[in-house]
């Protein structure tokens, strides 16, 4: 694999040959990481386009609860959680940026490797009505909502509050924004009804 041979090159003292194989395999990642993305969008285009828009959360859910469950019951701290999801945007190709502030941590992909990629690549793979599995916005692109049913709903479910607050994208190159609350009875109410909850940690 080239990053096998970044490895070998880096042992035997080949610098610029291991950072221009590092190039190469960044390229190729992408071609590789984009061609994911896409196949993902024609598969919720043809699932999501086949069943009332009502049943999609349905088919997000019963993908993402055990996942959402075994997240909480592996989490040992807030800022655990923020590493686990920065590194995998990090590996999904976004640029990401931490910010630390008295109550939280604000996190932004600009733009997410993956949604952001959708609404630009197929933008009709949107939700025509709002939903509280939908933070009660209409147009969300198919592909977010899995960010509001696996991180937020589900997790509210089952332990009271989300893993993190979502401020999903409405455009191609709006960052998409996580904001990861130190303490869950700082998460404002507002996070809460806007997907269907009350808030019960004060």
Same mark, same amino acid.
């Given at each position: /694999? =080239?990053?096998?041979?970044?490895?070998?090159?880096?042992?035997?003292?080949?610098?610029?040959?291991?950072?221009?194989?590092?190039?190469?395999?960044?390229?190729e990642n992408r071609i590789v990481h984009h061609n994911l993305v896409s196949?993902?969008? /024609?598969?919720?285009?043809?699932?999501? /386009?086949?069943?009332?828009?009502?049943?999609?959360?349905?088919?997000?859910?019963?993908?993402?609860?055990?996942?959402?469950?075994?997240?909480?019951?592996?989490?040992?701290?807030?800022?655990? =959680?923020?590493?686990?999801? @920065?590194?995998?945007?990090?590996?999904?190709? /976004?640029? @990401?940026?931490? @910010?630390?502030?008295?109550?939280?941590?604000?996190?932004?992909?600009?733009?997410?490797?993956?949604?952001? *990629?959708?609404?630009?690549?197929?933008?009709?793979?949107?939700?025509?009505?709002?939903?509280?599995?939908?933070?009660?916005?209409?147009?969300?692109?198919?592909?977010?909502?899995?960010?509001?049913?696996?991180?937020? &709903? &589900?997790?509210?479910? *089952?332990?009271?509050?989300?893993?993190?607050?979502?401020?999903?994208?409405?455009?191609?190159?709006?960052?998409?924004?996580?904001?990861?609350?130190?303490?869950?009875?700082? &998460?404002?109410?507002?996070?809460? &009804?806007?997907?269907?909850?009350?808030?019960?940690?004060?």
């Amino acid at each position: /694999s =080239t990053w096998d041979l970044v490895r070998q090159a880096l042992e035997m003292g080949e610098t610029g040959e291991a950072l221009a194989l590092i190039d190469e395999g960044l390229a190729e990642n992408r071609i590789v990481h984009h061609n994911l993305v896409s196949a993902i969008g /024609s598969y919720l285009d043809y699932i999501f /386009s086949s069943i009332p828009e009502e049943d999609i959360e349905k088919v997000l859910r019963q993908r993402y609860y055990p996942i959402a469950r075994d997240t909480i019951s592996s989490q040992t701290s807030v800022e655990e =959680t923020l590493r686990i999801f @920065v590194r995998y945007q990090r590996a999904n190709l /976004s640029k @990401v940026t931490v @910010v630390e502030e008295p109550d939280r941590y604000v996190v932004t992909y600009s733009p997410c490797g993956s949604g952001a *990629l959708l609404m630009r690549t197929m933008p009709a793979l949107r939700l025509k009505k709002a939903y509280p599995w939908s933070w009660n916005r209409s147009g969300v692109p198919y592909y977010c909502l899995h960010c509001c049913i696996g991180w937020e &709903i &589900i997790p509210t479910e *089952l332990r009271g509050y989300p893993l993190y607050v979502h401020s999903a994208p409405e455009r191609p190159d709006d960052p998409c924004i996580q904001l990861h609350y130190k303490k869950p009875e700082s &998460i404002p109410e507002e996070y809460f &009804i806007r997907i269907g909850k009350t808030k019960t940690i004060k």
